[in-house]
Every structure is written in structure tokens, then in C-alpha cells.
T-cell receptor
């Protein structure tokens, strides 16, 4: 089966611009997660979708970040306007369920650089 | 609240020698613990997980980890390092009573394997 796919793999934008990251989960996985790792810090949870609904968005840093999952398939994460501190690697993951026997499958990440 | 501390940010070993990656956790409840690995330009891959069954957990690629409640530790070991083990390793805790898969990551340990 195809794994979790993220696009683009790298993005370099200027401060104040807008960037949209995309994640395609494993087919049939209702649960989709966004995590990020900013430079020198731990990987942190951003939010969790169940199908098209946001189950937990407690990790979203501020209102410059908007995540959507229309139709419950792929998801986008938009940063508008981007700031320097948004630079880092954004990971997407998916799982079939929420129990311990439903491990998270991670994508390769999108490396975002804001200059 | 829960937290994870990886005691070494970098570990350097010679090929064929043992690897030890240290992890201590803090959790109010019985934790579920995981180790993930990230090879360069790849996604996070699950190595192994502890879910309150056997305290010694075997994972992929010859890795294993031992859960020690009295020491709040979950150290990762491998008896003989291979060049392909060069990667970054993450200790992760998931609060077993929480809904969903909101994971808390340690800071990561980067492993260098010398020939």
C-alpha cells in the first residue's frame, strides 16, 4: 500500500507570504494528524482530524495556521502570513483507528524555510 | 501532564558494538511508550511499542527496549550496531487514557555509527 504522502518536500518562502502544505493519508485511514518540529525543539502535536472533523486542535500555535480536510481524504495546512519562527519540518501521519493497535504512519515531512 | 527526556542528544558507536539510547518519562497514568526512528529524508518509522504487557519489548532491526516503572525509564538497546542504524531516534509517550493519538516526543538522539 502507498504510504503517507506529503507535498512539497521542501518550501522556501519569504516572511509574510502564504504557504500551503498537503498531506495524503493512507487510503481508508480516518485519522489524520499534523506535527511539526521547529529548529532545535521537540516534535510537537498540532492537530488531529477524524474524517473531516477536527477532534483536537489544541496544538495549533496561533490563528495564522489553518488546517482543513474537506471530504475526509487529503488535508492541507496553510500558514498565512508566514513568520520566521514557522520554519521547521511539518509531519503528517495517519492511522486507521485511535487505539494502541492502530499505530501512526508518518510521511517524510515538508521542510519549510521562512526567510 | 506527561513528558519525555532523552538523555543524550548524540551517540557515537563503532560498528559491531552495542547501542544504548536512554529515555526517561513522566506520566500521571500508565503510559504507552514507543521508539521511532527517522533516517535522513525519510518519515518516522515505528521501531517498537510498550503497552503494559511484557516489560521487555522486541522491535524491528534487532532493537529492544525495557520498561522499568521504578526508574521511569524506557531505554533502547541493540547488541551490535550496523552502519544502517545511523539515524535519529525518538522516544515517545502516549497517555493511555487520552482520546486519540496525541503523542509527546523526546528531543531525539542522533546516532552516528563509525566503521
Amino acid at each position: 500500500e502507498a504510504g503517507v504522502t506529503q507535498f512539497p518536500s521542501h518550501s522556501v518562502i519569504e516572511k509574510g507570504q502564504t504557504v500551503t502544505l498537503r498531506c495524503d493519508p493512507i487510503s481508508g485511514h480516518d485519522n489524520l494528524y499534523w506535527y511539526r518540529r521547529v529548529m532545535g525543539k521537540e516534535i510537537k502535536f498540532l492537530l488531529h482530524f477524524v474524517k473531516e472533523s477536527k477532534q483536537d486542535e489544541s496544538g495549533m500555535p496561533n490563528n495564522r495556521f489553518l488546517a482543513e480536510r474537506t471530504g475526509g481524504t487529503y488535508s492541507t495546512l496553510k500558514v498565512q502570513p508566514a513568520e520566521l519562527e514557522d520554519s521547521g519540518v511539518y509531519f503528517c501521519a495517519s492511522s486507521s483507528g485511535q487505539g494502541l493497535n492502530s499505530p501512526l504512519h508518518f510521511g517524510n515531512g515538508t521542510r519549510l524555510t521562512v526567510t | 501532564a506527561q513528558s519525555v527526556t532523552q538523555l543524550d542528544s548524540h551517540v557515537s558507536v563503532s560498528e559491531g558494538t552495542p547501542v544504548l539510547l536512554r529515555c526517561n518519562y513522566s506520566s500521571s497514568y500508565s503510559p504507552s511508550l514507543f521508539w521511532y526512528v527517522q533516517h535522513p529524508n525519510k518519515g518516522l518509522q515505528l521501531l517498537l511499542k510498550y503497552t503494559s504487557a511484557a516489560t521487555l519489548v522486541k522491535g524491528i532491526n534487532g532493537f529492544e527496549a525495557e520498561f522499568k516503572k521504578s526508574e521511569t525509564s524506557f531505554h533502547l538497546t541493540k547488541p551490535s550496531a550496523h552502519m544502517s542504524d545511523a539515524a535519529e531516534y525518538f522516544c515517545v509517550v502516549r497517555l493511555i487514557r487520552a482520546a486519540g493519538n496525541k503523542l509527546t516526543f523526546g528531543g531525539g538522539t542522533r546516532v552516528l555509527v563509525k566503521p
